[in-house]
């Protein structure tokens, strides 16, 4: 079974009374204006929640929705004559709108991904005062209540282009992949949030506006690997693990996995020796510890470890420790953990990945 909880399907249409056809406001400009006026290529009205018309072609929808093929495949009813003395739209004269429950700005998003030529615009701003990547989330989960395929795939592929990961924030990225259920884009965005503080006011927002099995599974992630690095090295201090990850609340079965190593390629090394004064050295090493953890709190991607040629080991700080322990191979061994540590959700630790 998987974890993606199956998306809640709004309503197909908005069950409010249509305005007299007179009434109805034009689209807006910007993006709108494309599908403001009937021409020879549209022969249905679609109308958006806030009473917005767009001219479309009933071939587009087929093709791009198995929802509006089975929808416009069915007998139409008889127009209804019309008023000629009454003042009407000559483009609304003879056609019937068809009532959406989306917004104009998401419809009009939406059209702009199924529409030949157009695509998904890297540039969002253009359709919405409020913030693009709701919008965003929003046209996806219309393209999954109209079996839209192909605008799915364009969203797919939109949310894990380097210029989008590059621009908007992973975290708020990933949400929007988890809560559609791309699974392998989830994933692959849930690396690109290593780089961030999960524990931020901005990203504890995206975190509330997510499914909760998606944030679980990404503190999990992030938790994980600050874990497994603090255990590895406390075993490298005094050859025991700081946390019992046997009892880990989202972690599998014990006996088919393991948390941390339990060997390292040069640990005698690395510990210091048992001699007089040891046990004050044991402050020095909490010191370095509690910066460790702090830093993989902040970002556990672990550049902050390695940057400037590993300048974190060689800090004034552990000028004492460096006395008595090889930082160099402290450093080598860092980056040996961060090589096996896991790198995206849902990830399965197994012995053979040490």
């Given at each position: 079974m998987s974890d993606f909880d199956p998306l809640e399907t709004p309503p197909l249409f908005h069950n409010a009374a249509l305005p007299p056809i007179?009434?109805?406001?034009?689209?807006?400009?910007?993006?709108?204006?494309r599908y403001s006026e009937a021409n020879e290529d549209t022969d249905i009205l679609l109308m958006s929640s806030d009473d917005v018309l767009f001219h479309v072609n009933s071939v587009v929808m087929k093709l791009s929705s198995t929802v509006f093929k089975d929808m416009l495949s069915m007998p139409r009813p008889p127009e209804t004559p019309v008023d000629e003395?009454?003042?009407?739209?000559n483009s609304e004269k003879s056609s019937e709108a068809i009532p959406l429950s989306e917004k104009s700005d998401i419809l009009c998003l939406l059209l702009d991904i199924i529409y030949p030529g157009r695509g998904l615009s890297k540039d969002l701003d253009i359709f919405s005062q409020r913030p693009v990547l709701p919008l965003l989330k929003a046209a996806g989960l219309a393209a999954v209540k109209y079996d839209m395929a192909s605008a799915l795939k364009s969203i797919r592929a939109f949310l894990v282009s380097e210029e989008v990961v590059s621009k908007y924030n992973a975290v708020q990225l990933y949400g929007i992949a988890w809560d559609l259920d791309f699974i392998d884009e989830a994933k692959q965005l849930s690396t690109e949030t290593l780089k961030l503080n999960l524990n931020t006011l901005g990203n504890?927002?995206?975190?509330?506006?997510m499914n909760v099995?998606?944030?679980?599974?990404l503190q999990k992630l992030h938790r994980q690997r600050k874990i497994i690095l603090i255990n590895a090295f406390s075993e490298m201090i005094d050859g025991k693990?700081?946390?019992?990850?046997?009892?880990?609340?989202?972690?599998v079965p014990q006996s088919k996995v393991i948390y941390s190593p339990t060997y390292f390629s040069v640990p005698s090394q690395l510990l210091p020796a048992r001699r007089r004064g040891y046990e004050a050295e044991n402050y020095e090493?909490?010191?370095?510890?509690?910066?460790v953890s702090r830093i993989m709190e902040e970002c556990s991607d672990?550049?902050?470890f390695f940057r400037d040629g590993d300048e974190f080991f060689y800090n004034d700080k552990f000028a004492k420790l460096r006395t008595v322990s090889d930082f160099r191979k402290l450093a080598k061994e860092f980056r040996h953990i961060f090589t096996r540590l896991p790198e995206e959700?849902?990830?399965?630790?197994?012995?053979?990945?040490?």
């Open positions: 007179e009434s109805v406001p034009p689209p807006r400009a910007g993006p709108f204006v003395t009454k003042p009407c739209r504890e927002e995206f975190l509330e506006d099995a998606g944030v679980l599974k693990s700081r946390y019992d990850l046997a009892g880990f609340r989202y972690s090493w909490s010191l370095l510890m509690a910066e672990g550049s902050e959700v849902d990830h399965v630790f197994y012995v053979d990945d040490w």
